[in-house]
């Protein structure tokens, strides 16, 4: 392929700010973006979780800048932005990664329960894509991708809050789109399906007798790709959306599946 071509999947040059990414979904997108060349930044609540992470990105050969932060914190989230565009530059990537899930029937979740839901999975991305836009719009470019779900289009049984921030996130998406797409800003979504990390790891639990949960094989049914999906099966998407390869996509939510929202599902045997 033509080399000019591939440049426009680079990174070089560019430094990406991915949130929660100690590990699990950021993590992945965060060693993609890297091997792209561009300059990582991710933040944790704990400093041991952002020591762990600095450990496990020099791993693999990634000098990553860890920070402790708490993203629906706004005061934290525009000193970690100050700091970052004083000692590395300003951020030309974001990704709004961190986020929480609690599966709880939804007359059985608190107010607060669900307040916290919200507050982690959809006022943090607003709080960081608000702190990072004035200097994207300055410099004239910039990347927001959020980390949506297959929740943005679908419910399910106790998890309420979540596909209601993870839906609300999928329009926030949209209207960053609508109000900073004259900027050069171009904001996108991943939607991934069931992706094997610890968020998901109480639904893949072998059983007492040793068989699979009943979701895991549930979601294996239900995925054409038969099988759960993994951090690195969403790092094309991501570099795609974070190169100037997607100049002209602008307000979609990219769903990395496997097929699962396209299927209606395997006939039980
Ligand atoms: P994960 O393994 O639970 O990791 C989530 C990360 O976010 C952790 O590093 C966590 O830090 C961090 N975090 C949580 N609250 C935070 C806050 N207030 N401030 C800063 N960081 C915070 O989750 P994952 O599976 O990698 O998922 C990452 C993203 O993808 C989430 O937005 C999730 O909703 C979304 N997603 C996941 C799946 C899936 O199947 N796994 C599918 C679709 C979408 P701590 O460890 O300190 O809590
Ligand atoms: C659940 C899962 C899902 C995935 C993901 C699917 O309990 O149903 O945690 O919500 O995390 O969001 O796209």
New binding site residues.
């Given amino acids: 392929m033509e080399k000019n071509f591939l440049q426009g999947f680079s990174l070089e040059g560019k430094v990406a700010l991915v949130t929660g990414a100690s590990y699990g979904i950021g993590f992945g997108i965060a060693t993609a973006f890297a091997r792209c060349g561009a300059t990582i930044v991710f933040n944790d609540l704990k400093q041991e979780l952002v020591d762990k992470g600095l450990a496990a990105y020099k791993e693999l050969g990634i000098e990553a800048h860890g920070y402790v932060c708490d993203v629906t914190k706004e005061e934290q989230v525009n000193a970690l932005v100050a700091q970052v565009e004083k000692e590395i530059g300003v951020i030309d990537i974001l990704v709004n990664n961190a986020g929480i ?1 609690k ?1 709880i029937p939804m007359h059985e979740m608190t107010a607060a329960e669900f307040r916290q839901v919200i507050d982690i999975d959809l006022n943090g991305p607003f709080i960081v894509s608000k702190a990072v836009i004035p200097s994207m719009i300055k410099k004239g470019h910039g990347k927001i991708i959020n980390i949506c ?3 943005s289009e679908l419910g ?1 049984e ?2 309420s809050a ?1 596909a209601a921030a ?1 839906g609300g996130l999928k329009m926030l998406t949209r209207n960053i789109c609508s109000e900073y797409g004259e900027f050069n800003i171009q904001c996108n979504g991943i ?5 094997a990390t610890p ?2 790891a109480p ?1 893949r639990e072998r059983q007492p007798d040793g068989s699979r949960h009943p979701f895991d094989s549930f979601i294996v049914a239900k995925t054409p790709a038969a099988r759960w999906g993994t951090p690195e099966d969403l790092q094309g998407p991501a570099v795609f959306l974070a190169s100037d390869a997607s100049n002209f996509v602008n307000g979609q939510v990219l769903y990395v ?1 496997g097929g699962i929202l396209a299927y209606i599902g395997k006939q039980p045997k």
Avoid at 191 to 195: E, H, Q
């Fill in positions: 899930i599966r779900s297959m929740m399910r106790t998890v979540y993870k939607g991934p399906g069931y992706i968020q998901t639904l599946d």
